[in-house]
């Protein structure tokens, strides 16, 4: 089973960016197609916030992040990115990745907690004013 490994979290003030990176330590496979990242804030639930399906590319984003996160994948697809710009205070969390295989008939990968059966340690990020 492939090990996750999250890193590129920090402290940033509101505005800014970060790049997270995601790798998989044996790569990612049929079994996790779908990565995806979460964050998890202080007394919330964890939430799926990008999704990307491996094998075309195609993307998911919650309406909380859309137009300010991009997911990516490296050439090599072993590193998974999420670029994250216009940080804002309420994106202060841990942030997780994780990895499962494609479900469902649709373009892109869905991003409920129970699709994903890999999951990294998870990176904090702070945005402060």
């Known amino acids: 089973q492939s090990r996750l490994v999250e890193s590129g979290g920090g402290s940033v003030q509101v505005g800014g960016s970060l790049r997270l990176s995601c790798t998989a330590a044996s790569g990612f496979t049929d079994d996790t197609n779908c990565i995806a990242w979460f964050r998890q804030a202080p007394g919330k639930d964890r939430e799926g916030i990008a999704t990307l399906y491996s094998n075309f590319g195609t993307t998911y984003y919650s309406n909380s992040v859309k137009g300010r996160f991009t997911i990516s994948q490296d050439n090599g697809k072993n590193t998974v990115y999420l670029e994250m710009n216009g940080l804002k205070l309420e994106d202060t969390a841990m942030y997780y990745c994780?990895?499962?295989?494609?479900?469902?008939?649709?373009?892109?990968?869905?991003?409920?907690?129970?699709?994903?059966?890999?999951w990294g340690q998870g990176t904090r990020v702070t945005v402060s004013s």
């Open positions: 994780a990895a499962g295989p494609k479900r469902g008939r649709g373009s892109e990968c869905y991003s409920g907690i129970r699709f994903y059966h890999v």
